[in-house]
């Protein structure tokens, strides 16, 4: 990968309180609808948006759109496959003191960037939103959001959590710069990241105020793929630097994972206080779900990542072809509902 490239485009004399990053693999459109969220926040005159981008893109950002930013700022690189070197690339070009990561396929409420803002005058090293479902029509989207966004999903307590929803939380920009070149592998999993900032003595906040709603794989076979190169990039991020017997233990002992996630998932589901009928029509997924995590970890465990890191940005991209007729909910002028009524059916 070469040295990113970051060309300013100034909206304002104000410095930024926020730097939100979005990575894209094409175009500017490919990230219009999350911009579009972004530019309706409540601060929106204080946010830094840093796109990141392949060269060859030659991103243009619709300056109507982004002209309401106190700034706008586009990272260059060769490429933005594996997405860990272009966040951290994207940390190291943001100004503000608190960065943002946000998705093309997650569409954050009006009041998100301020409640993270706000909720970073604390002591807190990382504050992550509570999570809504933005395409709640399958039970696939269902088990994919309660895997991977459990904890945090709405309606949600705020509270002090020992890890925060990947990809979609704000740091202080310091911290993560003290991470130096470990930066780029540690963004691919940042459950590893988190568990290491809790390690040091750092707080996490889970801050309900802000909100996103997120779009989830909805197909199968999107979803099965997806599980086990999750897995397998999880457990080599994790086991990296580990000793050869600590891997063979963990490799080993893999087959219990999909048993004890499996609990840790239905606790986070009721605390949401889903309808008895809801959990269980929702529960043979999830298994299915967990047990390809598992077959994904034990190989992470075992041998690596391989190419887990690179094929997981390939369906990470375009979310909307991996839910049924490609689509999730908007409201009638095309903004994704953000506060969409999408927690689980009481």
Not at 39 to 46: K, T, V
Not at 114 to 126: F, K, S
Not at 148 to 171: K, Q, V
Not at 246 to 251: A, D, E, G, P, Q
């Amino acid at each position: 990968m070469t040295t990113p490239k970051a060309t300013p485009v100034p909206r304002s004399d104000r410095e930024p309180e926020l730097s939100v990053v979005l990575i894209t693999p094409a175009s500017f459109e490919s990230i219009r609808q999350t911009v579009r969220c972004l530019a309706r926040q409540s601060i929106r005159d204080r946010i830094e948006l840093v796109i990141v981008a392949p060269i060859d893109a030659r991103i243009e950002a619709d300056p109507e759109l982004c002209g309401v930013f106190a700034n706008v700022r586009i990272v260059t690189l060769s490429s933005v496959s594996p997405t860990g070197p272009a966040r951290a690339a994207a940390v190291r070009s943001a100004r503000a003191p608190v960065v943002a990561f946000a998705e093309d396929h997650c569409f954050p409420a009006p009041t998100w960037a301020d409640a993270l803002v706000r909720a970073h005058l604390g002591p807190y090293a990382a504050v992550g939103p509570a999570i809504r479902n933005a395409n709640p029509d399958t039970m696939v989207s269902w088990a994919d959001l309660l895997i991977a966004y459990g904890p945090w999903m709405n309606p949600a307590a705020p509270r002090e959590m020992d890890f925060l929803p990947g990809h979609n939380s704000a740091y202080k920009r310091l911290l993560l710069l003290d991470y130096g070149d470990s930066l780029s592998d540690l963004m691919e999993a940042e459950t590893v990241l988190q568990w290491d900032l809790r390690r040091k003595g750092h707080r996490l906040l889970l801050e309900p105020a802000a909100q996103a709603a997120h779009t989830n794989f909805g197909l199968w076979s999107s979803w099965i793929p997806v599980m086990y190169f999750s897995g397998r990039a999880f457990a080599a991020t994790r086991s990296s630097g580990w000793s050869p017997l600590r891997r063979l233990v963990f490799t080993v002992s893999s087959p219990l994972i999909p048993f004890v996630r499996f609990a840790r998932v239905v606790v986070n589901a009721r605390r949401a206080r889903p309808s008895w009928p809801f959990l269980l029509r929702v529960l043979p997924t999830i298994a299915v779900g967990l047990v390809i995590d598992g077959a994904g970890q034990a190989s992470g465990y075992a041998a690596g990542a391989g190419t887990a890191h690179q094929r997981m940005a390939r369906y990470e991209w375009h979310r909307l072809q991996h839910t049924p007729r490609g689509r999730t909910e908007h409201a009638g002028d095309g903004e994704p509902l953000a506060v969409a009524p999408s927690t689980p059916p009481g």
